[in-house]
């Protein structure tokens, strides 16, 4: 069973300033997609950045990009100019190809430091 | 609708009591999909709908859970004879599998369920 493990509980950044967040998944497919979902107080789950595992270019979205490594099967979310808005719990995800269950990690708690 | 909506927003119940969980899926979306997300954790797979069948359902803990989705739309999640560690958010997501595997899904703002 494919697994998604982030070992940062809790990070802080300064406003302004960039911050990177660790993904590493296990898994034995070839094809599959890797997902960024933020989760504020509200509890909603609003997808931030993914990534198709085929695409060798990161995936970048205005001031969020990645660092895909798939040998490593490493994903990390970069945030940069950080923002008061992008406080947080973060959740890596995987998902195989088809429509597959997303698989979660236990999420990364971003706190932005004015 | 314009988002994927899920009733009631809280609820709390006594230990042994049914309660059912309600999600409206976006418009045209043909798969949905529900999570548990304990305190603390990511959100674990429960069930997966596709049109009016599951799909998947192995996430479900035990046959306490039970979930349908009649008609391809709304779908209910039912617990019965429910237990203080079913105590947990519970979320949905809608997705349209048509638009590609790599496709977004969407959530609702999730259940918080009390067992007291």
């Keep these: 069973a494919q697994t998604v493990t982030q070992s940062q509980p809790e990070m802080s950044v300064q406003e302004a300033e960039t911050v990177t967040l660790s993904c590493t998944y296990d898994t034995s497919e070839s094809d599959y997609y890797l997902f960024w979902y933020k989760q504020p107080p509200s509890r909603q789950m609003i997808l931030v950045i993914r990534q198709e595992a085929y695409k060798q270019q990161n995936a970048t979205e205005n001031r969020f990009s990645v660092n895909f490594q798939k040998a490593a099967k490493s994903f990390s979310l970069k945030i940069s100019d950080s923002q008061l808005g992008d406080a947080a719990m973060y959740f890596c995800a995987y998902r195989d190809s088809g429509n597959t269950p997303l698989v979660f990690g236990k999420g990364t708690r971003l706190s932005v430091i004015a | 609708g314009a988002g994927v909506s899920q009733t009631p927003s809280n609820k709390v119940t006594e230990k042994g009591k049914y309660v059912e969980l ?95």
Excluded: M
């Excluded at chain 2, 998947?56 to 803990?61: A, M, V, Y």
């Excluded at chain 2, 039970?66 to 958010?89: C, H, M, N, W, Y």
């Design chain 2, 22 to 116: 309600r999600c409206d899926p976006i418009s045209g979306h043909t798969a949905l999909y529900w999570y548990r997300q304990s305190l603390g954790q990511g959100p674990e797979f429960l069930i997966y709908f596709q049109g009016t069948g599951a799909a998947d359902d192995s996430g479900l803990p035990n046959d306490r859970f039970f979930a349908v989705r009649p008609e391809g739309s709304v779908s209910t999640l039912k617990i019965q004879r429910t237990e203080r560690g079913d105590s947990a958010v519970y979320l949905c997501a809608s997705s349209q599998p048509a638009a590609g595997p790599g496709t977004e899904a969407f959530f609702g703002q999730g259940t918080r369920l009390t067992v007291v």
